[in-house]
């Protein structure tokens, strides 16, 4: 093993305030001294956390003013908006794992396609519309999906403010989360309960983790 190991990529999805953000920073400490035990260059960070939509770029305060209402864009242009925002950070991506380090990132395509194909059919915002732009991103070796009710995550703190933070529109976006899942196979996309406590949550991530984190002498593959 001469070259250097990639970092792994790997995403975690869910409804919203299903505990992404939560569980993401908690997989990147795990990561994190898991690796720094192992290895002596501890000052070397060995995963990090990303966020999409990354609100801070031009792109992505427009996104941020369209979520919050401040804005209002066409379902087709919004879309292609969220999807010019991971492209925009897709030579990042590349770079660390090159470099050998991990990527924990809070959504990623599966959100775009998922929240933009739940209004069709009212508008022509076809599944296969919606995948055609994520087309050839740096593909996730794992993508966790935390699975909750609707009806539990409502209950979370902060629900509401944002615009798809309704039950129905939440319901919709579960069902193309599940067509997604099935196409990109078991060995990708793995379904989380994220309805129980947070330490459940974290453990059951972690044991799907671990193996992935050894798997490191593949190449990283695009969408789709
Ligand atoms: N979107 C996104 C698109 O339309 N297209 C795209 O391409 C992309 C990338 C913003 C919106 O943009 C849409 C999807 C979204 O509607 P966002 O910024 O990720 O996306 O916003 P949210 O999904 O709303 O993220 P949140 O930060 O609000 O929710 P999280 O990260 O899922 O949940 P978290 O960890 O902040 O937890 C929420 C609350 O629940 C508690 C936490 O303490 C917190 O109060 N909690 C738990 N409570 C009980 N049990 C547990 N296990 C808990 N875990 C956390
Ligand atoms: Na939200």
């Not at 995550?153 to 933070?165: D, I, K, L, S, T």
Request: net charge negative.
């Amino acid at each position: 093993m001469s070259s250097l190991a990639r970092g792994v990529f790997i995403v975690i999805e869910g409804l919203d305030r299903s505990g992404k953000s939560t569980q993401v920073a908690r997989l990147v400490d795990r990561i994190q001294s898991a690796t720094t035990d192992a290895s002596s260059s501890g000052s070397t960070p060995r995963a990090v956390p990303l966020k999409f939509p990354d609100r801070t770029t031009a792109i992505g305060k427009m996104i941020d003013a369209y979520l919050r209402s401040e804005s209002d864009l066409d379902d087709h242009a919004i879309h292609l908006l969220f999807s010019a925002n991971r492209w925009e950070l897709a030579p990042k991506i590349e770079a660390l794992l090159a470099s050998g380090t991990t990527i924990v990132a809070d959504r990623y395509a599966f959100s775009g396609i998922a929240f933009s194909a739940q209004k069709s059919p009212h508008l022509n915002l076809t599944f296969e519309w919606c995948k055609a732009p994520e087309i050839g991103l740096p593909a996730p070796d794992l993508t966790l999906f935390l699975d909750v009710k609707p009806e539990i995550a409502m209950q979370r703190g902060g629900y509401g403010e944002e615009r798809y933070e309704k039950q129905e529109v939440q319901t919709r976006v579960r069902q193309v989360f599940e067509r997604i899942g099935e196409e990109i196979g078991a060995d990708r996309w793995v379904v989380i309960d994220a309805g129980q406590d947070r330490d459940k949550v974290g453990d059951d991530i972690w044991n799907r983790v671990v193996p992935v984190l050894r798997d490191t002498h593949k190449p990283v593959t695009r969408l789709w």
